[in-house]
């Protein structure tokens, strides 16, 4: 399983770059893929249109809800982290990832990095 983080996302929808060749290459060998509802939510800030929302709701399915076992793992990793300004967010999709057992596509490796030590994967 993969889990995309927002930037990620939002890179993969311009074609031609290479997170766009990274996501087509996992839809056509049946990498299941996913997203945390926290990036979702992102995502949905835009600027995205309906087009785009369609296709990466068709892509991904229904994001993965962030629960109580998330917000326990946000906190330590929050803290561990350094408790940097800005940081929340990547906490909690760092936390459902790891919850998920997915690996993280991110197009920002240097914003997770931090949480290998909790065992997140990265795939840049």
Known sequence: MIQLDTGFLIHALTGGSAQDRYLRDWISLGVPMGMSAIGWAEFLCGPVGPAEIALARRVLGEPVAFVSDDATLTARLFNDGGRRHGSLVDCMIAAVALRADARLATAH?????????AGLRLMV
């Open 109 to 117: 490796p240097s914003d997770f990095r931090r949480y290998a030590g």
